[in-house]
């Protein structure tokens, strides 16, 4: 597979990613520790960056259609670190979506195809509902 090469730089990012979001998942279960979620915000933003580069994640980041969830983020982010976490993952979980709303046909195609989980995402009412969202594919 000649277009997919990891790097070093590349691996540490994704477990800077992987750190992140365990850490943002331990913060929410901790009752919305900041502290963790901070560090998991800091983790996962910094681990993006390390695996698709900075250019790229500039790009990704300042694009016109994902400049509203970028802001909501940010937002999020900032009142996460000031002390008002259930305010601030309310407003990173929306820029979150709206961020990547364009890999979820991506991954509900990725989902149906893993053996065991993949027979629950191909039932008739749960496939309904993918395929409503699955108008485009962003490449990956």
């Not at 900075?54 to 937002?75: A, C, D, E, Y």
Request: net charge positive; glycine share 14%.
């Amino acid at each position: 597979m000649v277009g997919f090469e990891m790097d070093d730089w590349k691996k540490i990012g994704l477990g800077l990613t992987g750190f992140g979001v365990f850490f943002s998942f331990l913060g929410i279960i901790f009752f919305f520790d900041k502290g963790l979620l901070a560090i998991g915000n800091i983790l996962f933003i910094s681990g993006v960056i390390m695996t698709i580069g900075v250019k790229s994640s500039l790009q990704f980041f300042m694009k016109r259609n994902n400049f509203k969830g970028t802001i909501s983020f940010g937002i999020g982010f900032f009142f996460v670190i000031i002390g008002w976490p259930v305010i601030g993952m309310a407003a990173e979980a929306y820029g979150f979506i709206i961020l990547f709303s364009g890999f979820w046909p991506t991954l509900s195609v990725f989902v149906q195809k893993i053996p065991v989980i993949g027979w629950v995402f191909q039932q008739p009412f749960i496939r309904s509902f993918l395929d409503r969202y699955r108008g485009k594919r962003a490449p990956v």
